[in-house]
């Protein structure tokens, strides 16, 4: 699987959006781009995937730019309940294989 | 529909003792990882398993650390003869299939503190 890099930790002011960058410069071209959060030291989250095409849904959106090489994940109107660790996975879907999680980008929404 | 459960959500042992995690995939899921996270680190891979099969144990100590899913019941990570290292969160996801379901939603999480 592809390697990302995210950074370390961002902060965000409550009722705006989060715009959390993932770089993958080496992804390849069956490989899909994961997001899940963990919450303080809850089991991580599922949030949203996308191969090449943008992707929406009730919790964020996924833009994923063209070359693929970089994506950002958008919380549109961020709440002290989206404080949480990010994490930005590529991984090749359909062969059911392992998740690695990198180190991810703390989340720190503030009033 | 109910999530990935996990029992107990905190186990205390002694060394030497066993401990016996157990994992019941959301409903309709047929594949089971278990992952570990040490205190102040990342989340690591242990083990794949299907139904009465394991797929990838890559991710497993050689030694102690085993890993079941029976045709009945939940999957099981056993840990035999704790040590004060294997102290952790020990967390369960399931997937429905290998094909375009296989996203792994994940349980709350055992906490094994070994004395």
């Known amino acids: 699987d592809a390697k990302t890099t995210q950074p370390p930790s961002m902060d965000c002011a409550e009722g705006r959006a989060a715009n959390l960058p993932c770089n993958h410069s080496?992804?390849?071209?069956?490989?899909?781009v994961y997001w899940y959060r963990q919450i303080h030291s809850q089991g991580p989250q599922y949030i949203i995937h996308?191969?090449?095409n943008n992707e929406t849904n009730e919790m964020a959106s996924l833009i994923i730019t063209e070359d693929r090489k970089s994506s950002t994940l958008i919380l549109p109107h961020a709440t002290l309940r989206d404080t949480a660790v990010y994490y930005c996975?590529?991984?090749?879907?359909?062969?059911?294989?392992?998740?690695?999680f990198g180190t991810g980008t703390r989340l720190q929404v503030t009033l | 529909n109910a999530g990935v459960m996990q029992n107990p959500r905190h186990l205390v042992r002694r060394r030497g003792q066993e401990a016996r995690l157990r994992c019941s995939p959301m409903?309709?899921?047929?594949?089971v990882y278990w992952y570990r996270q040490l205190p102040e680190e990342g989340l690591k891979f242990m083990v794949y398993?299907?139904?009465?099969?394991?797929?990838?144990e890559s991710g497993m100590p050689k030694e102690r650390f085993s890993a079941e899913f029976p045709k009945e019941g939940p999957s099981i990570l056993r840990i035999q003869q704790v040590v004060r290292g294997d102290s952790a969160a020990y967390f369960c996801?399931?997937?429905?299939?290998?094909?375009?379901?296989?996203?792994?939603?994940f349980g709350p999480g055992t906490r094994l503190t070994v004395l």
């Open positions: 996801a399931s997937s429905r299939d290998r094909g375009a379901g296989d996203t792994q939603y």
């Open positions: 080496t992804i390849s071209g069956n490989e899909y």
């Open positions: 996308g191969l090449k």
């Open positions: 996975i590529v991984r090749v879907t359909g062969t059911a294989s392992k998740l690695t």
């Open positions: 409903k309709g899921h047929s594949h």
């Open positions: 398993l299907q139904k009465e099969n394991i797929i990838d």
